[in-house]
């Protein structure tokens, strides 16, 4: 009964809403019409081309650098067809209307995660089937990882007080997971992802991929294309903390899918990453914030998953801090040139620092890099590095650029004296960022050191405290020159999106050396 119930308030609920567009008749035409061995690029592009929003956003998909090939301007879908594929064109559009299909009505239920997650898990799935010995077609295993997570997007969307509980069950209770559900629900996420994929007139060779496989019964001998899907599902709710009593343990996960994909196991950590790198890249054409992808790392004890979350992290923060200069970059008038220079100057600076850690670059370079672009970026007249003494008692300048720079070295190569000067020094160990916008008001000309104020003349100033595990190194610095005007809103916020980067590069550094 519960589970009659579930289907009847289910479709309800989207009767409400006005049904799904992602099995709108646009998919249906697409489905048809790739499925069909008489049909052309110019009938699916005619297909597609009557959905203008998708139409737009899948040429932008085809001009990404995650698509794109040397191949020249896609300026027609009929063209995106060809290059890409009918079955490929058929997933990128099935996964822009499904994720069009949700919106976040629900904030705490994070059902922008969800997608996010469902889409890295179909990439990984896609990888995993292509480097495989088992001869399965990639674009069938996308379409099921993809859909594997329906039922718990559907149930989340629909039914936000039953999924509300279900998610306080599974915080308190010792049962497994897909056990509350059909508890709760008559059904399990699964199941019922199956049940309205069936109804919505999936293939059987679909339908067969959307079930939860037991670990236990999977060999060299178990079909890819059926268990995949589950598999990759269960990977990416490891790395994002989502299986709370461990049914899937990762190590067991990363095994399976080597064991039966006929891979090599370090190559299953290897296709997480490349398809990770690839999500964050496109997640935005998509419709998803890449901050969504950001997984929370806590300790596991299991050495090989929190190296992995770590990566993942620093991937994600990356893309993250370009995401939100694109939008800084959308939301500044269009005929102002010169900002729009400054800002892809930014952005390749940052391009290049993610580049540098992610290639394991020394991190003195790092720190150089960091000093230059928040120089060039930025409207700051000098930007300066300095180190702290292991006894924390000393400063020292390791690298300045910039104007009239003898006077800042000269300050900040000191010692602790018990004075006045020594606010610097409580600072860093208070590891608080301090900004001064303007030394001529809000009295802060009295309250910084009298010699720092007459040697240093700066008009504003910002710093950082720099941390390596948990003890600070130093600090980043940058300030105008007394007269050059204060530090503006946008000068901070380029100084800290480039801090930002090299306390990453920090913490990446850190977690290496722990290992």
Not at 202 to 210: A, G, N, R, V
Not at 287 to 292: A, C, E, I, M, P
Not at 420 to 443: H, M, P
Request: hydrophobic share 40%; proline share 3%; glycine share 6%.
């Amino acid at each position: 009964m519960k589970y009659t119930e579930t289907l009847k308030n289910i479709h309800r609920s989207l009767d409400r809403l006005g049904d799904l567009p992602v099995f709108s008749a646009t998919i249906n035409r697409i489905q048809q019409i790739s499925a069909s061995e008489e049909s052309d690029a110019m009938a699916l592009a005619m297909a597609i081309m009557k959905d203008a929003s998708l139409s737009a956003r899948l040429l932008k998909l085809a001009n990404s650098s995650a698509y794109k090939r040397g191949q020249g301007n896609v300026n027609v879908v009929s063209r995106a067809v060809v290059l890409m594929g009918f079955n490929h064109i058929k997933n990128i559009c099935l996964t822009l209307k499904l994720i069009e299909s949700f919106h976040d009505e629900h904030p705490d239920l994070d059902v922008p995660g969800m997608m996010m997650r469902q889409f890295l898990s179909a990439n990984i799935a896609k990888e995993i089937a292509l480097r495989s010995k088992q001869n399965i077609d990639p674009e069938e295993a996308y379409m099921g990882a993809l859909l594997f997570g329906l039922g718990e997007v559907m149930v989340a969307c629909t039914l936000p007080e039953q999924y509300r509980k279900l998610l306080r069950l599974k915080e308190s209770s010792d049962k497994k997971w897909a056990l509350l559900q059909a508890e709760v629900l008559g059904i399990s996420f699964s199941e019922l992802g199956r049940e309205m994929a069936a109804g919505w007139g999936y293939p059987k060779q679909i339908l067969s991929t959307m079930s939860q496989v037991d670990m236990q019964q999977l060999d060299e001998r178990s079909d890819l294309l059926s268990c995949l899907p589950s598999l990759s599902n269960g990977l990416v709710q490891q790395v994002y903390g989502q299986d709370l009593k461990n049914d899937q343990p990762y190590d067991q996960l990363v095994e399976a899918i080597s064991n039966v994909g006929l891979i090599p196991f370090d190559d299953v950590g290897e296709v997480t990453i490349q398809c990770f790198r690839q999500v964050a890249k496109v997640s935005r054409t998509y419709g998803l914030k890449t901050r969504s992808l950001i997984p929370e790392f806590t300790e596991s004890g299991n050495v090989a998953k929190d190296d992995m979350v770590r990566q993942l992290s620093f991937l994600a923060h990356s893309e993250a801090e370009q995401d939100e200069i694109d939008s800084q970059k959308r939301e500044e008038p269009a005929n102002q040139q010169e900002v729009v220079s400054d800002s892809q100057h930014q952005l390749d600076y940052l391009n290049q620092l993610t580049e540098l850690i992610a290639s394991d670059g020394n991190i003195h370079d790092v720190f150089k890099l960091a000093v230059e672009a928040i120089r060039q970026c930025a409207s700051f007249d000098r930007s300066m590095l300095c180190l702290l003494s292991k006894q924390k008692k000393h400063l020292s300048v390791k690298m300045i650029e910039g104007e009239g720079i003898e006077p800042l070295q000269a300050y900040f190569e000191r010692s602790q004296n018990g004075k006045a000067d020594d606010l610097f020094f409580r600072v860093l160990e208070k590891q608080v960022t301090l900004l001064v916008n303007d030394l001529n008001e809000d009295g802060w000309s009295a309250r910084l050191p009298p010699e720092f104020v007459s040697k240093v003349a700066c008009q504003g100033f910002v710093l950082i405290p720099l941390v390596m595990g948990k003890r600070v190194i130093g600090m980043l610095y940058a300030d105008r020159l007394a007269g050059a005007g204060p530090v503006s809103e946008t000068d901070f916020n380029i100084f800290n999106q480039f801090s930002t980067q090299t306390r990453l590069a920090l913490r990446y550094a850190d977690s290496k050396a722990k290992r």
